[in-house]
């Protein structure tokens, strides 16, 4: 009977010992086991429109800026365009007929020449037979005159310039305040999703006015830069006549 007892003992042990091992080796083997790779995130893409909502009302006098900028910087280019074409024989041609005594036909020539500097000419023609200095005061005012014509709506772009950023900063200000008006209101609820509406308005804003700024300041300079280029032939062809009226008959 202790015989029985014994070998049954031994038998249980034998399974017990049997069943770890198994338990041991399925353990490991679950531990080797690759884990399964986690999903990738997937990017949320956020488009020009939807940026721009976010920037709020302060958004609608920045592209209305934006607008009126690309507008005046187009039609002022055209402008001038036309206004630097220069005919080299003009003055040529105007030289010949003062010299032959005949201003009706320079007058005329200045009449057909659709130039800033033609009409510089045709007032001083208009005025031969005064004292110099009131031809030569005559064309500076009419040349002062054809200036103020190219800087037409230049006021709008350095409006623009300055402006537009400053709305920028508004929309910082106003973005800031609501963000701390609803991180306020939540309580200790707070959570970044609270402000996020806030700081949202508060850079696209930012972003915006500075980019729309800074466009129109590099226009505004540009047409600046090709007024001060016609300019410079205006007073060309001013000196060159007042040095032809100067010539000894």
């Not at 353990?27 to 920037?55: H, I, N, R």
């Not at 200790?188 to 729309?212: E, F, K, P, Q, W």
Request: proline content about 4%.
């Amino acid at each position: 009977m202790l015989t029985l007892f014994a070998s049954l003992q031994t038998q249980t042990v034998d399974v017990t010992a049997d069943t770890a091992a198994t338990i041991v080796e399925t353990v490991a083997d679950v531990a080797a086991a690759p884990l399964p790779a986690a999903p990738a995130p997937v990017a949320e893409t956020l488009s020009f429109w939807e940026l721009c909502l976010k920037g709020g009302f302060i958004m609608i006098p920045i592209a209305l800026l934006l607008l009126v900028s690309i507008y005046v910087f187009v039609e002022r280019c055209l402008v001038l365009r036309h206004a630097a074409k220069d005919d080299e024989t003009f003055m040529k041609r105007i030289k010949d007929y003062i010299l032959d005594g005949d201003p009706e036909s320079a007058q005329t020539l200045c009449n057909r020449t659709d130039a800033p500097y033609a009409r510089l000419i045709s007032k001083g023609i208009s005025r031969l037979g005064r004292p110099m200095n009131d031809v030569l005061v005559t064309i500076e005012n009419t040349g002062n005159i054809e200036v103020a014509r190219l800087g037409k709506r230049l006021p709008w772009l350095a409006t623009t310039a300055a402006g537009a950023p400053m709305l920028g900063f508004l929309g910082t200000v106003w973005g800031m305040v609501q963000a701390f008006y609803n991180l306020a209101k939540a309580g200790s609820s707070a959570n970044i999703d609270v402000l996020a509406g806030g700081i949202y308005t508060a850079l696209v804003t930012t972003v915006a006015g500075l980019i729309v700024g800074i466009v129109a300041l590099f226009a505004y300079n540009y047409l600046v830069a090709r007024i001060n280029g016609v300019m410079n032939s205006m007073e060309q062809k001013t000196m060159e006549f007042m040095d032809l009226l100067n010539e000894p008959a």
